[in-house]
């Protein structure tokens, strides 16, 4: 849905931006970077393209439409590209207030300006906030006469973006498109880049939808149908894989025939129906009995989907479908339980 292949960025500036619990400071840079290499800037639009590959989108919650606010910011850039640096110290400024977590690094802001960028089919210009947290050492070969020499340096590395948002001046009047990017600190102390700084919130689409419900079904499974609750582990993973059928076999989701055909028995069906709201209200989601099933976010859930028998520190049984295949007894010669695993050829 996103594509770079035409982008081009037009406007770049980075400062330091240091953790403000310590009072380490903001340092500024007194200009805008010049791009006439056209290497670097393949490589620049690279390192800040390559992790926006996520299905997921984002758009600005109404409460950040104030003055100082990273939505201001990029509203005033698209509005008067000649005001690019101020606007981008104003943005520095907004992040290091956000940065008061001890366990915040500080590192480089990157604020760049990019055309040529396609959404959803349309072309449009975008606002680009990165950071950059951690180094990498990198071996450097060179020679000097007729003999070669080693040493290392720090560097980024141009595949491992830290922090990312891309503002796509798009949809405007209902809070612009979004796309955020957060690979360290996954802990709540980095909430603060989402929530705190930009403060955003997901788009409820059809992918998000699908991803969500994935995700349900699985907590359920793992909080609800145990065997404290006198549900055993082969009933618990039918449940799961008869979820996963249920998606791939209907371009539509409907919470009543999902309960039928999954769930069946009317007391698990009530305690589901009770989970999944609360599930809801947890995450402030929308509740949702009706949408059109993602093929991507079906295909990316599943690999988090996989259901695992762990058995002591000796087996892991892992259960791709057909739970009904495996049958759980107790021997009483050993005094141990044992699974028995039925299969019609070995690979």
């Not at 802990?187 to 788009?203: L, M, S, T």
């Not at 989970?275 to 402030?284: D, L, M, P, V």
């Amino acid at each position: 849905m996103i594509d770079f292949t035409h982008a081009h960025i037009e406007k770049l500036v980075i400062h330091k931006i240091g953790n403000k619990s310590t009072e380490e400071g903001i340092q500024l840079s007194k200009s805008e970077i010049l791009l006439h290499d056209k290497n670097i800037s393949d490589i620049l639009l690279t390192y800040f393209s390559h992790s926006c590959k996520s299905e997921d989108f984002y758009k600005f919650n109404e409460s950040a439409e104030q003055e100082e606010s990273v939505q201001a910011s990029a509203q005033q850039i698209f509005q008067n590209h000649h005001e690019f640096y101020v606007h981008s110290a104003n943005i520095a400024q907004l992040l290091y207030d956000a940065s008061n977590h001890p366990n915040i690094k500080p590192g480089e802001l990157y604020v760049a300006y990019f055309t040529g960028c396609v959404i959803n089919d349309e072309e449009t210009d975008a606002v680009g906030i990165f950071k950059s947290e951690n180094k990498d050492s990198y071996i450097k070969i060179y020679q000097e006469n007729d003999r070669f020499d080693v040493e290392h340096e720090q560097g980024i590395n141009i595949k491992k973006l830290d922090k990312g948002c891309l503002i796509f001046n798009s949809d405007a009047d209902s809070g612009y498109i979004l796309k955020i990017v957060d690979n360290t600190n996954k802990n709540n102390e980095a909430a603060y880049w989402r929530n705190d700084f930009i403060n955003a919130k997901i788009i409820e689409n059809n992918y998000f939808n699908t991803q969500n419900f994935m995700q349900l079904c699985k907590n359920f499974s793992q909080e609800i149908l145990t065997e404290d609750n006198n549900v055993t582990k082969q009933e618990q993973l039918a449940f799961m894989s008869k979820s996963v059928d249920y998606l791939n076999k209907n371009q539509f989701f409907d919470i009543e025939q999902f309960s039928n055909e999954v769930i069946g028995n009317d007391e698990v069906i009530e305690h589901f129906t009770d989970y999944k709201q609360e599930f809801e209200e947890e995450r402030n989601i929308t509740p949702q009995s009706h949408f059109e099933v993602s093929p991507d976010a079906l295909k990316k859930a599943k690999k988090y989907m996989r259901s695992i028998i762990k058995l002591d520190k000796n087996f892991h049984i892992y259960v791709h479908s057909r739970p009904e295949f495996i049958e759980k007894g107790f021997d009483q010669s050993r005094n141990m339980h044992f699974y028995k695993l039925f299969f019609e050829s070995e690979n």
